[in-house]
């Protein structure tokens, strides 16, 4: 195989744990164990591993801010081609010293704008000025088909036959160079997408009958959130593909923790989705065999708060308020003791005093045990008369506010 000694077999692991909770025998397909720690080598190797001698003397751009900037690094070093790899100025610097770290000297980090699409444009610019072949994170043949590879290592490792595969989707490069395998060589298996709820680009093309490219998307699913699927997937995703399923940022929050705290397993957001789509599944997959591929482990620790803050939102763990507390010495001590649960806790509180008013506005975020002891905590604001305002619900004041 062309991408043997360059992308690893990642193992085919099955998990007792998941295994149980879901009453199937349940696979994970360990692409977080990949050398760059996504899958995306596979693409970007085997479109590399496709050009003419020209081609590969003229060098390789991409624009990514991720996984596939990795991927098109290490191959760039392995291949000894030289590469230009456009990303947002924003970029984390820890992404960008792992692409040096991939690339070594046979790339060239460049920074340009503030969002992908910048960068992008000015990565398609060089191409047509210098001659160079553009590496496309999914909307190329060549791409697809190295994607495809993971494919056939599952089918390769599980000796059982696979009645469902789970897949993350951003642009559609792995779905369909799976899918497209699955479909020959495992026609019964059911090739289930699943794509998050705030990027949802793949559903909305479904939607209209055609590729669109969607206004606004939430990033936080970075390796799987794109504003427009591709031309050459598209069409491919709509024909190997038996299901698509959407999940919710902060349901891939809480899966992120569940696999750290329960399995040792870190992931990405991207590389969570299969398995926090399982919920949605539950009874289709009893007494099935299951896979779902964990695409990737470029997860940024400093976004660790946040992840832990966005699941407890879901989960109705967690709630903000503004409260109006009566400028009176002793008001938040009677809210304490009278409307603050046994098992509640106050995480978040600003208060500023304001003179000559009878009352002041406080921000104040309550972290509960149980999502059921909210209807309580405000009952108890009800009957002790507390002037509030639910933010959760309020996205506008929400996301001014926190």
């Known amino acids: 195989m062309l991408l043997k000694g360059v992308a690893d077999t990642t193992p085919l692991m099955f998990n007792a744990n998941l295994s149980d909770h879901y009453s199937c025998q349940l696979w994970l397909k360990r692409e977080d164990l990949q050398v760059v720690r996504s899958y995306k080598i596979r693409g970007a190797y085997n479109k590399m591993a496709g050009l003419t001698e020209d081609q590969r003397s003229k060098g390789v751009v991409c624009a990514s801010a991720g996984n596939h900037a990795q991927g098109v690094a290490f191959a760039c070093r392995k291949m000894k081609v030289h590469g230009v790899i456009f990303m947002p100025s924003v970029t984390p610097s820890q992404k960008v010293k792992k692409v040096k ?17 910048e960068a992008n444009t000015e990565a398609r610019r060089m191409c047509e000025e ?54 020959q060589i495992s026609p019964q298996t059911k090739v289930i997408g699943v794509e998050p709820s705030g990027a949802a680009a793949l559903h909305a093309a479904l939607q ?88 990737g482990s470029n997860n940024d620790i400093t976004r660790t708060e946040e992840i832990k803050e966005r699941s407890l ?38 208060y500023t005093k304001k003179h000559n008013r009878e009352s002041g506005p406080a921000l104040v975020g309550i972290q509960m045990e149980k999502k059921e002891d909210y209807d309580a905590l405000l009952q108890r604001m009800e009957d002790n008369h507390i002037n509030y305002q639910p933010l959760n619900n309020s996205r506008m004041l929400f996301d001014l506010l926190i």
């Open 101 to 117: 770290l991939f690339g070594k000297e046979y790339v060239d980090v460049r920074l340009v704008g503030d969002t992908f699409d």
């Open 130 to 183: 210098q001659g160079m072949t553009f590496v496309h994170p999914f909307d190329d043949e060549r791409v697809i088909e190295g994607q495809g590879t993971v494919g056939l290592e599952i089918l390769e490792s599980c000796k059982e036959p696979i009645d469902y595969v789970f897949v993350a989707v951003g642009g559609g490069g792995l779905l369909s160079g799976l899918g497209s395998y699955f479909n």
């Open 208 to 295: 209209a009958g055609e590729v669109v490219t969607l206004e606004k998307i939430d990033n936080f699913v970075d390796g799987a959130a794109v504003q427009r699927v591709g031309q050459i997937t598209f069409p491919i995703a709509q024909k190997v593909m038996d299901d698509l399923v959407l999940v919710p940022e902060g349901k891939v929050c809480t899966t992120i923790l569940q696999l750290y705290n329960e399995e040792g397993i870190v992931v990405e957001p991207a590389g969570a989705l299969t398995i926090a789509a399982l919920d949605q599944y539950a009874e289709q997959i009893k007494g099935k065999n299951v896979v779902c591929v964990l695409s």
């Open 313 to 350: 939102l879901f989960e109705g763990l967690k709630h903000y308020f503004i409260i109006r507390f009566p400028q009176r010495a002793g008001a938040l001590r009677d809210f304490l003791n009278k409307v603050l649960g046994p098992n509640d806790d106050i995480t978040h509180f600003e």
